[in-house]
């Protein structure tokens, strides 16, 4: 049997994988998040799951390490965390009345072999007010997520009119094929 780590600090990460039935352990990964504007958008994710992966020297023989990493893409062009409240209103205002992609990389590392794979969520977002827009980045402070927002916030609740793909994948972990990926290829 095969012990999970989740290298995320993510709190929502951690509530995806605990809902999934895995105990697990989790482990802080201290990486640079840069990585080359080459690289296609829809591939950075994957990469950075990759890099922190890579950046983790602690992996014991029966362990599975999990990476992940989120991005939100609107117009070719990554949407990473907010700075501060400026950059958060200009995003918001930025994905108001259109579809953007959420792109989650997954990193599957044990001592044997290395695997990463993505998933892709097209979210339609409904005309924001700028009312609605101050109010969300005053109240809620979204200055730790991809995008400016949290899907399962009052964002979420109020302001996405549809999505398609995996809602938990906009959380943070495309739920449904890295359950399989683990029971299958894993025995966890």
């Not at 999970?4 to 998040?33: T, W, Y």
């Not at 829809?42 to 989120?70: C, M």
């Not at 609107?74 to 949407?79: A, E, R, Y």
Request: hydrophobic residues 35%.
């Amino acid at each position: 049997m095969q012990k999970l780590v989740l290298g995320s600090n993510s709190p929502r990460r951690s509530e995806l994988l605990a809902k999934m039935g895995f105990a697990f352990e989790r482990v802080s990964i201290d990486c640079d998040e840069s990585f080359d504007d080459k690289l296609p958008v829809l591939k950075v994710a994957e990469y950075l799951a990759q890099k922190k992966a890579e950046a983790y020297s602690n992996l014991g023989e029966h362990e599975v390490l999990i990476t992940a990493d989120t991005t939100v893409v609107c117009d070719h062009k990554i949407l990473n965390k907010p700075e501060d409240a400026a950059e958060a209103h200009r995003m918001l205002q930025m994905l108001s009345g259109r579809t953007h992609q959420v792109v989650t990389g997954v990193c599957l590392c044990t001592l044997q072999k290395l695997e990463v794979f993505s998933r892709i969520t097209s979210v339609y977002v409904s005309p924001i007010s700028e009312e609605d827009i101050r109010h969300y980045v005053s109240e809620y402070k979204p200055f730790d997520k991809a995008g400016a927002y949290g899907i399962q916030e009052w964002f979420g609740v109020t302001q996405i009119e549809k999505i398609d793909g995996c809602f938990y994948n906009v959380m943070g972990l495309p739920c449904e094929a890295l359950y399989k990926r683990l029971k299958r290829d894993y025995e966890v």
